[in-house]
C-alpha cells in the first residue's frame, strides 16, 4: 500500500463540507508530509475548489454509482476521506471499494442503520484484512466515542476500577447545513427511524431484554445531580450512543472491556435561569420536528425553507459557533471522573472537518500507533480505530480534551 500515489485522496470535495475538508488539508499538511488529491463527479467544480483553495493537488473524477470509476481512484490511495451524503446513496461504491484495495477510510454520517449494513456486508472481510473502515467520524459521533474511551481507560489505569456507566452532556452553537438535512430526510424516507431505536444496533450480538431496557433513549427532561442543572433527550443522542456502545462491545470482544454492564446515556445540557422550562421546552421541540419529518406531506412544506444541499451557515456563523460535551464516568465503586471536550467552532462544520481530517491524518501518518497495530480491521469507531492518537491530534489542533478535568 507504501507504493499507491496518494496518502489521502477527499471525495466529494466540491460540497459545502468537502470544500472545507480541502482548506483544511491545503492549511494544515505540506506535500512532502501528505500525497493528497480531491475527488468527486464534478471535474469542473472540482477544479474551482481547487484553484479557490490555492491547493496544488491531483483531481480525479468518478461518480459514485459507477463502481468501476471509483475502483480507479480508491486503489491508488492508503486512506479515502468522504463527505458526500446522503451515505446510504452515495456511499456504497467506495466502502466496497475500500474493503477490495484494502484502503483505509473515514466519513462524516450519522446514518446508523446504513452502517448496520456495512457491519453485516464487510466486518469480517476488512477485519480479516486489517482494513480500518471507520464512519461517522464527524461531530457524529468523535466526542462523544472519543471522549468516553477516554474517561473509561483513565477511570481503569489511574484509579485501579473498571466503569459502570458514563453520561454525556452537550452544548452546542452552530447551524445546520444542507447536506446534513439530506441524510436526515433519506432516513426517513427508508424506514430508518426503526431500526435507529435498538439501543445495540451496531453491537456484534443482541444483548437480553434488560440490557436493552436499561439503555433505552431518554424520553423526557429531568435534572442531572452531577451537573447541578437540567437536562433534555440530545437529538444526536441515537446516534452516538449506538456507536459508544459498538465501541464497548469491541473491546470486550479483544479482552479490553469498559466494564462489566457498562452503559452510556447522552442529554442535552441547559444553563439556569429557567432550566426545568428551557428543557422542557427543547422536548416538546424537539419531538414536533421528529413528527414532522415523519409525515412527507408536511415535511415537502418544511423542506424549501431549509438549507439544501451544497448550501450551509455563513462564515461567520461557523466561526462563531462552538459546542462543549461534559462527560460524567462512575465507577463500580461509586467514584467519578469527569471529562470534557470542547472547542470553538460551529459543530456541524468546523468541528466535523476538523474531527474527520485528523482521524484521515492518523491513519495516513501514524498507522503503526493506532490501537490493535497493523493487524486491527473492521467496521470500527472512532475510539476502536483510532482512540489515543486521534486524541492527542486533536489537542494538536487546539482542542481542548481534557481527562480528568482539573
Not at 298 to 323: A, V
Request: one cysteine or more; glycine letters at 10%.
Amino acid at each position: 500500500m507504501s507504493e499507491r500515489p496518494y496518502d489521502v485522496v477527499l471525495y466529494g470535495a466540491s460540497g459545502f463540507v468537502g470544500k472545507q475538508t480541502v482548506q483544511y488539508f491545503a492549511h494544515h499538511t505540506s506535500s512532502k508530509e501528505v500525497r493528497w488529491a480531491i475527488a468527486g463527479r464534478n471535474r469542473q467544480k472540482l477544479e474551482a475548489v481547487r484553484d479557490e483553495v490555492g491547493a496544488a493537488v491531483d483531481v480525479l473524477v468518478a461518480d459514485s454509482q459507477d463502481q468501476q470509476a471509483i475502483d480507479q481512484i480508491v486503489s491508488q490511495t492508503r486512506v479515502l476521506l468522504t463527505t458526500a451524503g446522503p451515505f446510504a446513496v452515495y456511499g456504497n461504491a467506495l466502502v466496497d471499494a475500500c474493503v477490495r484495495f484494502a484502503t483505509h477510510y473515514v466519513d462524516i454520517t450519522g446514518e446508523t442503520p446504513w452502517v448496520k449494513t456495512l457491519i453485516d456486508r464487510y466486518h469480517t472481510r476488512a477485519a480479516a484484512d486489517g482494513t480500518r473502515i471507520i464512519p461517522c467520524c464527524g461531530f457524529d459521533s468523535v466526542p462523544s466515542d472519543l471522549g468516553t474511551y477516554l474517561v473509561v481507560r483513565h477511570m481503569q489505569q489511574q484509579l485501579g476500577v473498571p466503569c459502570k456507566s458514563v453520561n454525556g452532556c452537550f452544548q452546542v452553537v452552530g447551524g445546520l447545513n444542507g447536506g446534513t438535512l439530506a441524510s436526515a430526510f433519506n432516513l426517513y424516507d427508508s424506514q430508518g427511524p426503526v431500526q435507529m431505536s435498538e439501543p445495540f444496533l451496531l453491537n456484534p450480538s443482541t444483548p437480553h431484554e434488560a440490557e436493552a431496557e436499561r439503555n433505552r433513549d431518554p424520553q423526557t427532561p429531568s435534572f442531572n445531580a452531577d451537573l447541578n442543572t437540567w437536562v433534555a433527550p440530545f437529538f444526536m443522542g441515537p446516534v452516538n450512543t449506538r456507536i459508544v456502545r459498538r465501541s464497548s462491545a469491541l473491546y470486550e470482544e479483544w479482552q479490553e472491556p469498559y466494564g462489566a454492564d457498562f452503559t452510556y446515556q447522552e442529554y442535552l445540557k441547559v444553563d439556569e435561569p429557567l432550566a426545568s422550562l428551557k428543557a422542557t421546552g427543547i422536548t416538546a421541540g424537539m419531538a414536533l420536528f421528529t413528527g414532522v419529518l415523519q409525515q412527507p406531506q408536511l415535511r415537502s412544506l418544511l423542506q424549501p425553507i431549509l438549507p439544501q444541499p451544497g448550501n450551509g451557515p455563513s462564515e461567520q456563523t461557523m466561526n462563531q459557533g462552538w459546542f462543549s460535551c461534559e462527560l460524567v464516568g462512575t465507577s463500580v465503586d461509586g467514584r467519578k471522573v469527569r471529562g470534557l471536550i470542547r472547542d470553538q467552532g460551529d459543530p456541524g462544520n468546523r468541528a466535523t472537518v476538523k474531527f474527520v481530517c485528523e482521524s484521515a491524518l492518523s491513519l495516513a501518518l501514524q498507522s503503526d500507533e493506532l490501537p490493535g497495530g497493523q493487524a486491527r480491521g473492521g467496521i470500527l469507531t472512532p475510539a476502536t480505530g483510532l482512540g489515543d492518537i486521534l486524541a492527542e491530534r486533536l489537542r494538536q489542533t487546539g482542542m481542548i480534551l481534557e481527562v480528568p478535568i482539573g
